[in-house]
């Protein structure tokens, strides 16, 4: 077995749930998948002195979970104040209706489909509730709607899907772009180079301690799956699956659904690009 610190990241061991930071505490929904790793992290961030808290990404609708959520704060002696949405896929944005309905929150979020209230959320807000600076940041590229939220006091980021705690992510064609992700993914590293963030607090999986480290696996990564697509596109394969199936080989089968959505947003980009 691999040990953790030879991990791209450094991903802590251990429970996944529980305090993260000073600020952040994870309650992880039970939702696992091949997909959702060990289930969707609802995150719980407050300043330690104060009494409100922002919840993010409340997860899917399952009343033990979001109840869970709620005694988990209370438990801290807080109140959840509001809630915010990295992003609007079902595990992490099916129960926020209803989150806001028990906690009587208002819901922020980039797609107005998604918001409760009048505010909505993007590029450059900052998240001053109960003292916090929780600074939002538009990175689309796992969906066009998916924002990070950068925490200084603690020199983390929250990152949603766009980075994961393990493994790496789907760009989810047709909505996801791939330039749109290594944008995205370039502002995350400038973030750990010019602004000190060395914790990732993800959506699904543990946190990683090498904020920086995984980042730059993610770029690599997508560099090199771009290029073996590249190469099987030249090689005579066509479609979307025919491409899965020769470069995803070493994949599990059941992710492949998934990898398509990848390949399709990678075969646009190199036909935006003129590359096939």
Same mark, same amino acid.
């Given at each position: 077995?691999?040990?953790?610190?030879?991990?791209?990241?450094? +991903?802590?061991?251990?429970?996944?749930?529980?305090?993260? %930071?000073?600020?952040?505490?994870? =309650?992880?929904?039970?939702?696992?998948?091949?997909?959702?790793?060990?289930?969707?992290?609802?995150?719980?961030?407050?300043?330690?002195?104060?009494?409100?808290?922002?919840?993010?990404?409340?997860?899917p609708? *399952?009343?033990?979970?979001?109840?869970?959520?709620?005694?988990?704060?209370?438990?801290?002696?807080?109140? &959840?104040?509001?809630?915010?949405? %990295?992003?609007?896929?079902? /595990?992490?944005?099916?129960?926020?209706?209803?989150?806001a309905?028990?906690t009587g929150?208002?819901?922020?979020?980039? /797609?107005?489909?998604?918001?409760l209230? *009048?505010?909505?959320?993007?590029?450059? /807000?900052?998240?001053?509730?109960?003292?916090?600076e929780?600074?939002?940041?538009?990175? +689309?590229?796992? %969906?066009?709607?998916?924002?990070?939220?950068?925490?200084?006091?603690?020199?983390?980021?929250?990152?949603?899907?766009?980075?994961?705690?393990?493994? #790496? #992510?789907?760009?989810a064609?047709? *909505?996801?772009?791939?330039?749109?992700?290594? *944008?995205?993914l370039?502002?995350?590293?400038?973030?750990?180079?010019?602004?000190?963030?060395?914790? =990732?607090?993800?959506?699904?999986?543990? =946190?990683?301690?090498?904020?920086?480290?995984?980042?730059?696996?993610?770029?690599?990564?997508?560099?090199?799956?771009?290029?073996? &697509?590249?190469?099987?596109?030249?090689g005579?394969?066509?479609?979307?699956?025919?491409?899965?199936?020769?470069?995803?080989?070493? =994949?599990?089968?059941?992710?492949? +659904?998934?990898?398509?959505?990848?390949?399709?947003?990678?075969?646009?980009?190199?036909?935006?690009?003129?590359?096939?």
């Amino acid at each position: 077995m691999t040990h953790a610190a030879a991990l791209p990241g450094r +991903p802590r061991g251990g429970v996944i749930g529980g305090p993260a %930071t000073d600020r952040a505490v994870c =309650v992880l929904a039970p939702n696992p998948s091949a997909m959702t790793l060990d289930g969707t992290n609802t995150w719980l961030i407050s300043e330690p002195d104060s009494d409100l808290a922002v919840a993010v990404d409340p997860g899917p609708l *399952d009343e033990g979970h979001l109840a869970n959520v709620i005694a988990t704060a209370e438990s801290a002696g807080k109140r &959840v104040a509001l809630t915010l949405l %990295t992003h609007g896929h079902p /595990d992490h944005a099916d129960g926020a209706a209803r989150f806001a309905e028990l906690t009587g929150t208002h819901v922020r979020a980039l /797609d107005p489909a998604l918001r409760l209230g *009048d505010e909505g959320l993007g590029e450059g /807000d900052v998240i001053t509730t109960g003292g916090l600076e929780l600074r939002v940041m538009a990175t +689309p590229g796992h %969906t066009a709607d998916s924002l990070c939220f950068h925490l200084p006091a603690d020199s983390a980021v929250l990152t949603g899907d766009t980075v994961l705690g393990r493994g #790496t #992510t789907v760009v989810a064609h047709p *909505d996801g772009r791939l330039g749109d992700y290594l *944008d995205s993914l370039r502002r995350l590293r400038s973030l750990t180079v010019d602004d000190g963030v060395d914790t =990732v607090l993800p959506g699904h999986g543990p =946190v990683l301690n090498d904020a920086r480290g995984v980042i730059e696996f993610y770029l690599a990564h997508r560099a090199k799956r771009l290029a073996q &697509v590249e190469t099987a596109v030249e090689g005579g394969y066509r479609t979307p699956s025919e491409v899965v199936a020769h470069v995803y080989a070493d =994949v599990d089968r059941t992710l492949w +659904p998934a990898a398509e959505l990848s390949v399709r947003a990678q075969l646009d980009y190199l036909d935006e690009h003129g590359l096939v």
